[in-house]
């Protein structure tokens, strides 16, 4: 069965830093697009980064651009995403998607709290 799952999810301070992990597993992980979506309290869920099955392209959205990496390791069936300068309003359940085609699969989120 095919399961994504995320971790690296936690308490961070303003300005602090924070990696999140997804490992994948029940399909053929190297031939998927990749992406990280978020959703905060009351607000439409919304992608963060994306990156190509081969990692030659990425996606980074407008209000993360300069502080969040997206990178993914085909040999280990993860996919990362590198956040810095976290600020209050990166404060989300960070999902990890997979796509190919009309192919379309979720993990189950982790939540990342930015507070002082």
């Known amino acids: 069965q095919v399961q994504l799952v995320e971790s690296g999810g936690g308490l961070v301070q303003p300005g602090g830093s924070r990696k999140l992990s997804c490992v994948a597993s029940?399909?053929?992980?190297?031939?998927?697009?990749m992406s990280w979506y978020r959703q905060a309290p009351g607000e439409e869920r919304e992608l963060v980064a994306a990156?190509?099955?081969?990692?030659?392209?990425?996606n980074i959205a407008d209000s993360v651009k300069g502080r969040f990496t997206i990178s993914r390791d085909n040999a280990k069936n993860t996919v990362y995403l590198q956040m810095n300068s976290l600020k209050p309003e990166d404060t989300a359940v960070y999902y990890c998607?997979?796509?190919?085609?009309?192919?379309?699969?979720w993990g189950q989120g982790t939540q990342v709290t930015v507070s002082s």
């Open positions: 029940g399909f053929t992980f190297s031939t998927y697009g």
């Open positions: 998607n997979a796509r190919r085609g009309g192919e379309n699969y």
């Open positions: 990156i190509s099955s081969t990692g030659g392209s990425t």
